[in-house]
């Protein structure tokens, strides 16, 4: 399984777009893994969780082609996930020959994605609305939504995907997951994890994480057995009010054997 991070930051980007703090000045001054698009991972080039308005410049950034993406898999509504305006260009005369994309989300998200779009025959898009617990076939790959602790408004799925005999916990955005997430993660085995660090060295609130959040749940995964030395353990999201550039926040994880993300990350498991 080859995972891509295509963007690591939290919603308003990092340097966030419009702020002049000094976590923001020092990241435009640094450069490199410390500016942070917002979020998407693309899975084996086919799988896509989430698609922010970033997403365009993402691909072109990685030389990618996101056309190529047949799965399109989002977490929740929010804004730095979820930009259906993109999809109307799958439509003729802004797209031709494209491939059929089939979209796996919430009912607010498919919801939206039919008033965006319109004529979704016309775009080559298949909606599937998916429920919690539920596991779903994706071509060759399976996949299973379990309800993060992040959007009580509406709703916000972390993601159990599996293909090729290789499983992946995507568990951004969300806080501490609640008790039938850690449930539905009995008996398996993961070999990649990526959790929410939105915070950082601080405190998040109840529906983000950070790195005392990415330690316990690691710590709590394998005393269960769901992980061991051998999963790869990502944390993904980071927002400029955590403070800490990218080389700061691999000091502080590393020794917990915690991989920080960055944009254009790739992974191979
Ligand atoms: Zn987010
Ligand atoms: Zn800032
Ligand atoms: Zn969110």
Request: charge should be negative; hydrophobic fraction near 35%.
């Amino acid at each position: 399984m080859r995972i891509h991070i295509l963007g690591s930051g939290a919603a308003e980007g990092w340097p966030a777009v419009y702020c002049r703090c000094d976590a923001c000045q020092r990241a435009r001054a640094r450069g490199g893994r410390s500016i942070r698009s917002r979020s998407a991972t693309l899975v084996d080039g086919r799988f896509q969780f989430d698609w922010s308005s970033d997403a365009y410049m993402q691909g072109l950034r990685d030389g990618v082609a996101l056309s190529d993406v047949r799965h399109l898999i989002f977490t929740h509504t929010h804004r730095d996930h979820y930009y259906p305006s993109e999809l109307v260009f799958r439509r003729p005369p802004f797209a031709h020959q494209t491939l059929p994309l089939t979209i796996w989300a919430d009912a607010w998200a498919i919801e939206g994605i039919r008033e965006e779009v319109g004529e979704l025959e016309a775009a080559n898009i298949t909606l599937r609305e998916v429920e919690p617990y539920q596991t779903y076939q994706l071509d060759d790959a399976h996949l299973t939504p379990l309800l993060a602790n992040h959007f009580p408004e509406r709703i916000c799925f972390n993601y159990i995907f599996e293909r090729n005999g290789k499983r992946l916990l995507y568990g951004q955005d969300s806080g501490w997951f609640p008790e039938e997430h850690w449930q539905a993660q009995q008996g398996l085995y993961f070999d990649v994890v990526i959790l929410d660090c939105t915070g950082g060295p601080k405190d998040a609130g109840q529906h983000h994480g950070n790195i005392d959040l990415v330690i316990r749940s690691k710590e709590r995964m394998i005393e269960m057995g769901t992980a061991d030395d051998d999963t790869l353990f990502i944390a993904n999201h980071f927002s400029h009010n955590g403070g800490l550039l990218h080389e700061e926040l691999v000091e502080l994880l590393s020794p917990h054997g915690i991989d920080v993300s960055y944009d254009g990350m790739i992974v191979e498991v």
